[in-house]
């Protein structure tokens, strides 16, 4: 069982920053996960922020680019979202994920969720 935590949402005005991080309880194997940031708006799917790879390959939505960076410092078993130049479409729940294989088990993990307002 992995349990993650994010942290470092809030309401935050358009073109301002926010930091989000999400830490991981199973430090010792962290670095093999792959992770990401994912959104959920109301009345929306969840889809992919950002996401970075054990290896350290990145990916970004389209709609951020540019703006936002992922990042992860394995000896803190944390995984980072740096988010500038807000705007409100960036309003959302951010939910962490991570995904690791052992042999043919497949495991996927989800955060609760931290809220992100973006508002004049």
């Known amino acids: 069982q992995v349990q993650l935590v994010e942290s470092g949402g809030g309401l935050v005005q358009p073109g301002g920053s926010l930091r989000l991080s999400c830490a991981a309880s199973?430090?010792?194997?962290?670095?093999?996960?792959?992770m990401a940031w994912y959104h959920q708006a109301p009345g929306k799917q969840r889809e992919l922020v950002a996401a970075?790879?054990?290896?350290?390959?990145?990916n970004y939505a389209d709609s951020v680019k540019g703006r936002f960076s992922i990042s992860r410092d394995n000896a803190k078993n944390t995984v980072y979202l740096q988010m500038n130049s807000l705007k409100p479409e960036d309003t959302a729940v951010y939910y962490c994920?991570?995904?690791?294989?052992?042999?043919?088990?497949?495991?996927?993990?989800w955060g609760q969720g931290t809220q992100v307002t973006v508002s004049s």
């Open positions: 994920n991570a995904k690791y294989k052992i042999l043919l088990r497949k495991y996927n993990y």
């Open positions: 970075i790879t054990s290896d350290n390959r990145t």
């Open positions: 199973s430090g010792r194997i962290f670095s093999i996960y792959d």
